[in-house]
């Protein structure tokens, strides 16, 4: 597993935040084709039956299906650089970091303007307590200090 240094995390924000964001984006599309077509076959059940445009449907689940692609690539971008996507929905991401001889994970949620939280494996966001001096002093991704 990477480790990031708290130094690496925060340069890597910038980058991350528009893969998170495309990921959102998608995902929030693919969400509002799929509401626009559950309603469709809601409308078609309760009337008993209807004539529709197969192909409006079919395109339109073919738009579904790009902004869902979308989605994946982004969160395997965001894998392949070796950081957790947590909650797509509220933008959160884990860094793992080496603190002494334990792997932690440093938090960020979208709209934070910087890597101000971490917190343990098993404790998750609810965990989250604040970065002291000791995530200052890491200089590289084995941990050694400055």
Not at 36 to 61: C, E, F, H, T
């Amino acid at each position: 597993m990477k480790t990031f240094t708290l130094d690496e995390a925060q340069s890597l924000l910038p980058v991350l935040e528009s893969l998170l964001k495309r990921a959102m984006d998608g995902k929030r599309s693919a969400e509002e084709v799929e509401s626009d077509l559950s309603a469709l076959a809601q409308r078609i059940y309760l009337s008993g039956g209807m004539r529709i445009n197969a192909a409006n449907v079919a395109l339109r689940r073919s738009e579904m299906e790009n902004h869902l692609k979308r989605v994946r690539e982004s969160i395997a971008e965001i894998d392949a650089i070796g950081v957790q996507v947590k909650d797509l929905d509220s933008g959160l991401l884990d860094f793992p970091f080496r603190l002494e001889d334990e792997v932690v994970l440093l938090c960020w949620r979208m709209g934070e303007p910087t890597i101000d939280h971490w917190h343990t494996l098993e404790s998750g966001f609810q965990g989250r307590q604040p970065v002291d001096e000791r995530f200052r002093r890491r200089s590289n991704s084995n941990g050694r200090p400055n």
